[in-house]
C-alpha cells in the first residue's frame, strides 16, 4: 500500500514516475498524489519541502510560459514562492479530500495559483499606472489596425486601452477580458477561479464571445 510506505520512498518513486511521464513512459501517479496528500491533509511538513522540491521545475516553467510574466517586474522567484502559498492557504485537508481524485487535477488547481498570482499582480500593476497591457490584445484587433504604431505613443496607448476596457459593460466581462484575452487562461480555469460570478464554464464562453464581437465592431470604427 502506498499509504503505508516511508516518505522519502514516497518522494524517491513520485520523482521517477515524474521522469516516466516527463519521457512519454508508462506511469503511476500514486505516489506523487500521496505526498501531496501528506503535506496537505496530514500536514507533514517534511512531505511539504519535499512536494516544493520535485515540482519547483514545473511551476518555474508555469511562470515563465505565463504572458503577464515578462512585464511583472518581479522574480520567477517571487511568483514560485507566492504560487505555493495560494495552493497551501486554499486546499484544505477537507478540500483536497473532497475535491481531488487524482494527480491531475492536484496539478491543475496549483497551476491556476500560478496563473492568480501573476494576474493579480499584473491588475494591481495596472490600476497603479504601472503598466500597459496592449501588448497582448494583438489578437483582437482588426487586421488592418497598426498596433505598433498605436503602442509607441503613451498617449495613444492609454487611449486604445481605455477604448477596451470600456466594452466591458459588468464584472463578468471584465474578468474575461483581462483574464481570458489578456492572459490567456483558460475558460475552465476563469470559472473555477470566480465562482462567485460563473456557474459554469458555458457561461464563461458566452460571455467571451458577447464580449469579442463587441470589440471588433467597436475598434473597426
Avoid at 6 to 30: F, G, I, K, M, P
Avoid at 101 to 124: F, N
Avoid at 146 to 171: C, F, P, T
Wanted: charged residues 25%; neutral net charge; aromatic residues 12%.
Amino acid at each position: 500500500m502506498v499509504g503505508e510506505l516511508a516518505l522519502s520512498t514516497v518522494a524517491e518513486r513520485c520523482a521517477d514516475e515524474s521522469e516516466r511521464y516527463r519521457t512519454q513512459q508508462e506511469s503511476d501517479s500514486r505516489y506523487c498524489f500521496e505526498l501531496f496528500r501528506r503535506a496537505i491533509v496530514e500536514r507533514i511538513d517534511a512531505a511539504w519541502t519535499l512536494l516544493f522540491e520535485q515540482y519547483e521545475r514545473l511551476v518555474m516553467k508555469w511562470i515563465y510560459d505565463h504572458p503577464a510574466f515578462a512585464t511583472s517586474g518581479e522574480s520567477a522567484d517571487y511568483f514560485l514562492t507566492l504560487a505555493f502559498e495560494r495552493f497551501w492557504q486554499a486546499v484544505t485537508p477537507t478540500k483536497f479530500s473532497e475535491k481531488f481524485a487524482t494527480l491531475g487535477a492536484v496539478l491543475q488547481y496549483l497551476k491556476l495559483c500560478v496563473g492568480g498570482a501573476l494576474i493579480d499582480h499584473a491588475r494591481s500593476q495596472q490600476r497603479a499606472g504601472k503598466a500597459q497591457p496592449l501588448d497582448q490584445v494583438s489578437h483582437f484587433l482588426p487586421s488592418q489596425f497598426n498596433l505598433e504604431k498605436a503602442i509607441s505613443d503613451r498617449s495613444a496607448r492609454q487611449s486604445l486601452w481605455q477604448q477596451v476596457v470600456s466594452q466591458a459593460k459588468n464584472d463578468q466581462e471584465r474578468i474575461v477580458m483581462e483574464e481570458a484575452f489578456l492572459y490567456d487562461m483558460a475558460a475552465a480555469d476563469i470559472a473555477q477561479r470566480h465562482p462567485d460570478l460563473f456557474d459554469n464554464v458555458k457561461q464563461v464562453y458566452r460571455v467571451k464571445e458577447n464580449l469579442l464581437k463587441r470589440l471588433r465592431r467597436s475598434l473597426a470604427e
